[in-house]
């Protein structure tokens, strides 16, 4: 198994680089490929529903591609988190991710508690700061979108965490597709 931080590196070089390179270094390394070109899932998402999607009516998602969507967002979602929280190093900021369910703990200044729900396929994420909300995947946006106002998870966490943090922060949540492997 490869470090995490060698595979978050891996990732960053494969994203300016390609997709086949990052692969061959998965496969090398002896671990399951993590990138696949997104196009085959972008397509498939795309030509069969993104006629359906509106802010207020989610597309139908497949239970698989609905899990690897969610699987993908958590992992990136956690990922991220982890090497934020070791970059800052603060004493009582904390990330665990237990049975789908992902809390970061940011001491005085609250808790996030981000879970997947299979039963309606959507993200659901607690904030300290604007509350509850419900996620749906958007293939028109690639990432999940709030109902009520169209906003993107991705938006939300980065402009939140990055004012906790004082400075700018992207949780990676642009283009989600980019971390699945192809299921086309």
Known sequence: ???????S????????RSWSAANQFFRHANTRPMLAPPSALRHRLMSTAAAQSSPSRPIPLSEEIYHELADATMEVLLENFEILLDE???PGYEIEYLSGVLTLSLGDKGTYVINKQPPNKQIWLSSPFSGPKRYDYSPKHDDWRYARDDSSMGDLLNREIGEVFGRDVNVGLDDI???IADIA
Do not use: H
């Not at 198994?1 to 595979?7: C, G, H, N, Q, Y």
């Not at 590196?9 to 300016?16: D, G, K, Y």
């Open 88 to 90: 800052e190093g603060k």
């Open 1 to 7: 198994m490869i470090p995490r931080r060698l595979a």
């Open 177 to 179: 597709t980019q971390y």
């Open 9 to 16: 590196e891996v990732l960053c070089v494969a994203r300016r």
